[in-house]
């Protein structure tokens, strides 16, 4: 039931924000390094929000009807989109960090390489070796918990969740001290000073990370260590809630139409 609450909310809420933000975006024709980010990340969202009504139907009928394929990459899509959103909301904490000025055709091509090296190299990789070293009821899907005791799983799984832990905290830090040293130094009027809201609103993308993405990275620990007494699967219905609210950061295209981070 919580599951379904949570991605019946993102679902309503993201699609909602993309309708809303491509409109303003469309309106406004910025063409920003900061903007172009922002858009990648409407094309991120809506991908995973199309990924959503399956897991829906899954969740309520708790039979799978698409085909072990559309699983797989159902599966692995929350996983795609969590981790590249992580990267893009990096880029644009430590652009406004270190106020970096890149041209557009700059932008534009590191931006296509993320998306050339996520579609060519990493999600073929992933679905070679995801939910493949185990056999599965063909009527069931996200059971791959199954492997996660796998060697190359716990590996992959510890390296990710340390890189994310570790930038996630070096930018925490370096973005409060920032906002710390330019809170003191514009004393009181500090809303009034365009450099002081930049870092401020820089700030959501971290508040973001640590709300979606660090409870799920946190608990992953635990889980991997303990899965092996999970008999009742509890350990495993946490595992799937945590997971669900990585793909509540699809709601930050709401904040950004109410001006929090935008």
Known sequence: ????????????GGTLGIIMMSHQLFQRRSQSV??????????????????IPFRLSYYILWEWKFGWFACRLTSAIIYLHMYTTFVFYM??????LFRLEFRKCYTTTWMGAVW????????????SYYGTSKTYHPYKC?????EIQEPYMVISNYCL???????????????LMVICRLAVKYWPDINSHVEFRAQAKSFFFI????????????????????????????L??????????????????LCFIAGAAH
């Open 34 to 51: 900061i903007t172009i980010i922002i858009i990648n990340l409407l094309v991120l969202h809506t991908f995973m929000l199309l990924s």
């Open 161 to 175: 969740i340390g890189i994310l832990v570790a930038v996630c905290a070096v930018l925490t830090i370096i973005q």
């Open 91 to 96: 880029a644009i904490i430590i652009i406004r």
């Open 142 to 146: 996200f059971q791959f918990h199954r």
């Open 116 to 127: 050339l090296v996520g579609a060519l190299v990493i999600t073929p990789v992933l679905l």
């Open 1 to 12: 039931t919580i599951l379904i609450i949570l991605y019946i909310i993102n679902l309503a």
């Open 207 to 234: 508040l973001i990370t640590l709300v979606c993405f660090m409870p799920h990275h946190v608990f992953r620990v635990y889980y991997i260590q303990n899965y092996h007494l999970d008999k009742d699967h509890r």
């Open 236 to 253: 495993l219905t946490y595992n799937e809630i945590f997971l669900a609210l990585t793909t509540m950061c699809c709601l930050d295209m």
